[in-house]
């Protein structure tokens, strides 16, 4: 009985970790492809940052 078991653990955490691989390696390819590049970004400086908070209180 302790050998199935260890067995049927085995068995069970190999077709775990590969899911979890195929899975990991699917949701990398999709990150990649929706990544934002820095240059798409604005540049915000601290005159930039510091209009806006002027502008709410004002």
Do not use: G, H
């Amino acid at each position: 009985m302790n050998i199935l078991y260890k067995t049927t653990l085995l068995i069970t955490m190999a077709v775990v970790t590969w899911k979890v691989v195929e899975i990991e390696k699917n949701t990398r390819k999709l990150d990649y492809s929706l990544s934002v590049s820095s240059s798409d970004l604005p540049k915000l400086s601290a005159n930039s940052i510091a209009s806006m908070y002027s502008s709410k209180n004002s």
